[in-house]
């Protein structure tokens, strides 16, 4: 991978990242930079070229509201004894968001593959699918019913997406997949119902605005006492 392909980039980059890109480059995990996806105030996600296929590199910025993280961790069980300096937190946080998605592989839930973490960089699969926000379902009922499918699977990987919207959901040939994991919480976390209950009218507002007539408290039901 050359380094003059960061050029453009210089500026999201600093060289502890520039070192951890060169690092998974060298351990087979891209060949090379493609392009930016999205650039944003937590994170910056590329596309990268993986021989014939892309995948996708998102990296975290180290300039980011690591208390905000820290705050958000600190009553998840699994992360309740993180403490230390900004960089470690935003390093666990990207950790985080690569445990969440194995865990959900496990119950078949439609993620990114994840293939590596580094520090804050995040390797995974990568979809050629718009966000649901800039592509409505053709069959809204279909999709939704999709959609609440695999948060019901998502629930019995112990887990609650936590920030769910229309703008981290993809529409992948009308199908959902669900991306964004790193605010994700163990059922244990002391205020998951109350954030459940906030994915779920994220998206009543959305899928009633398409038509559809759908009552919130049954609907987060059917997510909040799914069974094996």
């Given at each position: 991978?050359?380094?003059?392909?960061?050029?453009?980039?210089?500026?999201v980059f600093?060289?502890?990242?520039?070192?951890?890109?060169?690092?998974?480059?060298?351990?087979?995990?891209?060949?090379?930079?493609?392009?930016?996806?999205?650039?944003?105030?937590?994170?910056?996600?590329?596309?990268?070229?993986?021989?014939?296929?892309?995948?996708?590199?998102?990296?975290?910025?180290?300039?980011a509201n690591?208390?905000?993280?820290?705050?958000?961790?600190?009553?998840?069980?699994?992360?309740?004894?993180?403490?230390?300096?900004?960089?470690?937190?935003?390093?666990?946080?990207?950790?985080?968001?690569?445990?969440?998605?194995?865990?959900?592989?496990?119950?078949?839930?439609?993620?990114?593959?994840?293939?590596?973490?580094?520090?804050?960089?995040?390797?995974?699969?990568?979809?050629?699918?718009?966000?649901?926000?800039?592509?409505?379902?053709?069959?809204?009922?279909?999709?939704?019913?999709?959609?609440?499918?695999e948060l019901?699977?998502?629930?019995?990987?112990?887990?609650?997406?936590?920030?769910?919207?229309?703008?981290?959901?993809?529409?992948?040939?009308?199908?959902?997949?669900?991306?964004?994991?790193?605010?994700?919480?163990?059922?244990?976390?002391?205020?998951?119902?109350?954030?459940?209950?906030?994915?779920?009218?994220?998206?009543?507002?959305?899928?009633?605005?398409?038509?559809?007539?759908?009552?919130?408290?049954?609907?987060?039901?059917?997510?909040?006492?799914?069974?094996?």
């Amino acid at each position: 991978m050359s380094k003059n392909k960061f050029i453009a980039y210089e500026n999201v980059f600093d060289e502890s990242t520039l070192r951890g890109l060169f690092n998974l480059s060298g351990q087979g995990y891209f060949d090379n930079i493609e392009g930016p996806i999205s650039i944003g105030k937590e994170s910056n996600v590329f596309a990268v070229i993986y021989g014939k296929e892309k995948r996708v590199v998102k990296i975290y910025r180290t300039s980011a509201n690591f208390k905000k993280m820290y705050e958000y961790m600190k009553p998840d069980p699994r992360f309740s004894g993180v403490k230390g300096t900004k960089l470690s937190i935003i390093y666990t946080w990207a950790k985080k968001e690569y445990r969440n998605l194995l865990r959900a592989r496990e119950k078949d839930v439609n993620v990114p593959m994840p293939y590596a973490i580094h520090k804050n960089i995040l390797v995974m699969e990568y979809f050629d699918a718009p966000l649901l926000i800039h592509k409505a379902p053709k069959n809204p009922k279909v999709f939704y019913e999709r959609l609440i499918s695999e948060l019901q699977k998502l629930f019995l990987a112990g887990l609650v997406h936590a920030d769910i919207s229309e703008y981290n959901i993809l529409n992948d040939k009308e199908k959902p997949v669900l991306i964004d994991f790193s605010h994700a919480l163990d059922l244990k976390y002391p205020y998951v119902q109350r954030l459940l209950q906030r994915d779920v009218h994220n998206l009543m507002v959305y899928f009633n605005k398409l038509g559809l007539k759908l009552d919130e408290e049954k609907e987060f039901m059917r997510i909040w006492t799914v069974k094996n």
